[in-house]
Structures are given as structure tokens and as C-alpha cells.
């Protein structure tokens, strides 16, 4: 079992930028991808960045590169996802989620086993 525990939402104002931390423990040994997504109420959840921990390559969907960061810090097992510029469409319940296995579809929530409960982050215009 993996425990994944979220932390650093809140409300800011449009261009603001916050910070999400995802603090992962106890099974964590045969965790490969780490990632962040969010979902808004009547819609699918979306991926938005997510890091493969052996070798650190990272994704990020198109509506947030070049505002979001996604990095590790494995002597804390700590996932960060700095986001800046933030627009009111950024609004959403933000989730951190871990994999147990390779996968080639890293965007996938279906591939991810163990999820946090969630930060909500709003952005206002």
C-alpha cells in the first residue's frame, strides 16, 4: 500500500502562482510514475503533468506547459507541482496519483492504483 497525502491548494488571483506537494509512504518501492491531475464537477478528470521517478522524464498536458513544474525529491519521497501564471481555468480539485507499474499511457488516470484525496485549487479573473 501507498499512501499519498496532498497539500499546498488554496485561492489566488489570476498570473498568481502556488505550490502542490505530494508526500508518498509506505510501499513505495515499485512506484514508477508519479503524476498530477485535476477534475472539475461534470467533467472527466484530466492529466496535467506527470514524472517517471527512474530517469525523471516528465509530460505535461498542452494547456499547461510553460506554467507548470512538475519535480522529485526523492530523499523525501515528495512530488512538487509548481504552477505559475495561473488562469481561472486552472480552477479544479487537483489529485496526486502513483502507478505500481511501467505504463505507456502516463496520462491515463486508469493506469494509476493509489490517488490523495485531493487540494482544491481556484483561481479568480
Known amino acids: 500500500q501507498v499512501q499519498l497525502v496532498e497539500s499546498g491548494g488554496g485561492s489566488v488571483q489570476a498570473g498568481g502562482s502556488l505550490r502542490l506537494s505530494c508526500a508518498a509512504s509506505?510501499?513505495?518501492?515499485?512506484?514508477?510514475?508519479m503524476g498530477w491531475f485535476r477534475r472539475v464537477p461534470g467533467k472527466k478528470r484530466e492529466g496535467v503533468a506527470t514524472?517517471?521517478?527512474?530517469?525523471?522524464?516528465?509530460i505535461y498536458a498542452d494547456s499547461v506547459k510553460g506554467r507548470f513544474t512538475i519535480s522529485q525529491d526523492n530523499t523525501d519521497n515528495i512530488v512538487v507541482l509548481q504552477m505559475n501564471n495561473l488562469k481561472p481555468e486552472d480552477t479544479a480539485m487537483y489529485y496526486c496519483?502513483?502507478?505500481?507499474?511501467?505504463?505507456?499511457?502516463?496520462?491515463?488516470?486508469?493506469?494509476?492504483?493509489?490517488w490523495g484525496q485531493g487540494t482544491q485549487v481556484t483561481v479568480s479573473s
Open positions: 509506505g510501499y513505495i518501492r515499485n512506484t514508477y510514475y
Open positions: 496519483a502513483s502507478t505500481r507499474d511501467w505504463t505507456p499511457s502516463p496520462f491515463s488516470p486508469a493506469q494509476y492504483t493509489y
Open positions: 514524472i517517471y521517478l527512474d530517469g525523471g522524464t516528465k
